[in-house]
């Protein structure tokens, strides 16, 4: 991780983009083999693990999703104001920068005085030209659906209503980001969820966190 | 981490949500029921889902089935497992007749392969369980290109809502894994179509959910539904609401 990571990490993270969108199939093929290979012992692990969804586990995800949402928010209002982007990605731009706030705005609130606050942020080359701006925002929403849909799972049934208000909406951002870019907005007939790890190690990837 | 600069919070979050599901079983469960589209690889996985359903009814196991569906899950699969058969049917009927803009044919036959493989995906995880698909016409709405957008932009929307309503109604927490993955897809397609058109394809920063009794009311409104479809129909709790 470290390794790749820097505040020129520009470059990177277009080819990180292109790994996640070309190789994710790849990465489920394997996950998917490796559970018919097991048979008999996929049936007991099925069965839901781990941890029962509750109030403190919410926080805990809520706490999580905060993070992801600061980065988008940041990441949207910061190339905005780069200046760098017009028409249609502009206008893009825009629109999901009010909604990332939105999203942060709601988990503050719903996380009250616990709620963490927001790292700092270099965004390098991404924010200043319209083709890895596209390649981030694609990333960056796409890890979003991906990580929400990774928790949906563990969270309480009120918390879970409200995630899937706030996933729809990132989806919808992915697509458009997609369609903009010039890539299937709808790659797979599935999003797969992911575990928190490998979303962290995602966004460490960009090397938008300073 | 070998960057002692990076904000510890981010891992600390992520090492407490990693135990939650450390033996990634929610996830596993939600790949094997929503695979990917791609060719042998989806009949490989849905085949490997089928035949440990199959297994698990034949031993008479059927409590460590992949998912163990309760009555009120199976009737919210089989809610989405008509729509999915309306929706497929719907653009897959679209492509064959080719009357439609490339662009919204193009739309019709990503979008028609994802309908189909969340059709045989819901069927693997109903098992025996299943229902067979109604009757469909859909008269010129494949071939007439206005009614075809509107229908599929109706169509999306309210799918994706749908599904945000039954999430938090669903009793499995392996069934809520997998439907999730199967609803942000849905927005995509909604996104996209909408793109298509010229219309926003994100219009709020929060989407709202709408009932199932919402979604029945559109699905009667388009009188899609043929006569031959009234057993099948009837034979299915909460549809008709």
Known sequence: MGESCGNDGATDLGSSAVRYSRHGLVRTGGALVAAGAVGSLFLVRAQPAGTAPSEALDREIFSFALQLEYLQAAFYAAAVGAGSLRGDVLEFAETVAEHEQAHVDFLRDALGASAPEAPEFDFGRAIRGERAFLDAAELLENTGVAAYNGQAANLTKPSLAAAAEIVSVEGRHAAWASALAGHDPAPRAADPGEPARAITATIRRTGFLR | MTDPTVDPTLDELAATLADVDADGALQETAAAAFPGTRGAFLRRSLGTLAGITAGAVVAGEAAAAPVAATENDVA??????????????????????????????????????????????????????????????????????????????????????????????????????????????????????????????????????????????????????????????????????
Not at chain 2, 93 to 114: D, F, K, M, N, S
């Open chain 2, 76 to 241: 919210i699969l089989r809610f989405d497992l008509v729509l999915e058969y309306l929706q497929a049917g719907l653009y897959t009927e679209a492509e064959r007749i080719g009357a439609l803009t490339p662009e919204t044919l193009a739309w019709a036959r990503v979008v028609g392969a994802h309908e189909r493989a969340h059709v045989r995906a819901l069927q693997d995880l109903l098992g025996r369980r299943t229902v067979p698909s109604p009757g469909f016409n859909y008269r010129d709405v494949t071939s007439d290109e206005d009614a075809f957008i509107k229908t599929a932009v109706a169509f999306e929307d309210l799918t994706a809502a749908l599904l945000k309503w039954q999430a938090p109604r669903l009793d499995s927490r392996s069934i809520v894994a997998a439907a999730v993955t199967l609803h942000s897809v849905e927005t995509r397609h909604a996104a996209w179509i909408r793109h298509l058109n010229g219309l926003s394809p994100v219009t709020s920063a929060f989407d709202k959910p709408a009932s199932q009794e919402r979604m029945a009311r559109l699905i009667a409104s388009t009188g899609f539904l043929t006569r031959r479809s009234r057993t099948a129909l009837n034979a299915r709790p909460r549809f008709t609401g």
